[in-house]
Every structure is written in structure tokens, then in C-alpha cells.
Nanobody
Framework: QVQLVESGGGLVQAGGALRLSCAAS????????MGWFRQAPGKEREFVAA????????YHADSVKGRFTISRDNAKNTVYLQMNSLNPEDTAVYYC????????????????WGQGTQVTVSS
């Protein structure tokens, strides 16, 4: 099965940047889409960005467009989320997810999930 491991979270000042990584293993992923989601305390998990393994097509939520960028390194089976201009509202646990098929934004449409990595942005 597919295993996903996130890393790169931490504490950062407002206006700072972090890059999250999601290492995937267990299968080949040419037909997969990868997504980043986040969940803040008291809120539902929300879609952040997604990318296709094949071709690299991307989609970013409006809330992060222009600040966050999803990318992937197929040779490393790794997906990244570059987060710039962070603000306290970005504080959340960030999760990597995978599904076979096209890019979708719905949490329930993803089959595999990592354990999450905490991102905390101070004022």
C-alpha cells in the first residue's frame, strides 16, 4: 500500500516561510494525484493544493494562491509545499494525501494519508 510521511513543519514568524515535504512509498504513482490539506483547531480539514504525478498539473486553493506552491520530484517520490508569506491563520496540522485519478479538492476523495506535520505561525 501507499505510505506517506510528512516533514518540514515547525514554528515560524509571521511573514516567514517553510517548505513541507511528503515522501511517498509502496507503489508507483504515475496515475496518482497528491494533495495537501490542513486542519486548524476547531475547524474542518481544508484543501490547500494538489498536483498530478504525471505532467505536474497543479491546483491551489484561493486562500493560499500566490503564497503557497505545490511541486513534486517524481524521481524521489516526494511532493513539496513551499509556504511563503505565512500568517497566523496558516497555523494548522498539514497533511499529505494521495489518490488514484485526477486532482480533486474533497478530503473524502483521497485514499491515503500521512500523519501530519504541525505548522505554527506566530504573530
Amino acid at each position: 500500500q501507499v505510505q506517506l510521511v510528512e516533514s518540514g513543519g515547525g514554528l515560524v514568524q509571521a511573514g516567514g516561510a517553510l517548505r513541507l515535504s511528503c515522501a511517498a512509498s509502496g507503489r508507483t504513482f504515475s496515475s496518482y494525484a497528491m494533495g495537501w490539506f490542513r486542519q486548524a483547531p476547531g475547524k474542518e480539514r481544508e484543501f490547500v493544493a494538489a498536483i498530478r504525478w504525471s505532467g505536474g498539473s497543479t491546483y491551489h486553493a484561493d486562500s493560499v494562491k500566490g503564497r503557497f506552491t505545490i511541486s513534486r520530484d517524481n524521481a524521489k517520490n516526494t511532493v513539496y509545499l513551499q509556504m511563503n508569506s505565512l500568517n497566523p491563520e496558516d497555523t494548522a496540522v498539514y497533511y499529505c494525501a494521495a489518490r488514484e485519478g485526477t486532482i480533486v479538492a474533497g478530503t473524502s476523495r483521497y485514499d491515503y494519508w500521512g500523519q501530519g506535520t504541525q505548522v505554527t505561525v506566530s504573530s
